[in-house]
């Protein structure tokens, strides 16, 4: 499948994004759910950027908005998928904006971080910090 081209279909055009994602969430939920069962560890995580639309959140304990400011997300996106600024902006302006996850997350966290490199400390210690509040809070019988 041309990623790319499909992109380019569904991201100027509403109708074709909602009937591309309802193909794609009738999918998407079982497996999802397959994989959760299977899983043995302690703790499991969804990145999942139509998590709410999907119904994907009802899964999930906790919500975490991963927020960041429009122009970064383009200039990341073109740097990582090699793509022009054009087809970067389309890609953004068919995704929710920032005040949707924050209302609809338990939590946020902002990437403003200048490299991967530094996102993934900031994301590791709010993690980590998340990881001990969700353990304290099932001790205390709060979640």
């Known amino acids: 499948m041309n990623r790319k081209a499909l992109g380019e279909l569904v991201f100027g055009d509403s ?7 309802d193909i794609v969430f009738r999918f998407l939920r079982p497996e ?9 560890g302690k703790l499991c995580a969804l990145d999942a ?3 709410f639309e999907s119904g994907l959140d009802k899964l999930c304990d906790c919500t975490v908005a991963v927020t960041s400011p429009i122009e970064m997300r ?9 793509i022009d600024e054009k087809y970067a902006r389309l890609r953004v302006s068919a ?17 403003t971080a200048e490299t991967p490199k ?3 400390e900031a994301a590791r ?19």
């Open 15 to 21: 109708d074709r994004l909602d009937q591309l994602n």
């Open 32 to 40: 999802v759910e397959r994989r959760i069962a299977a899983f043995e």
């Open 49 to 51: 950027i139509n998590l």
């Open 74 to 82: 383009v200039r990341r996106i073109m740097e990582r998928d090699g």
């Open 95 to 111: 995704q929710q904006q920032d005040d949707y996850f924050r209302e609809k997350c338990g939590r946020e966290l902002s990437n």
């Open 118 to 120: 530094a996102f993934r």
């Open 125 to 143: 210690d709010f993690f980590a910090r998340l990881i001990e509040q969700i353990k304290e809070d099932k001790a205390n019988g709060r979640g």
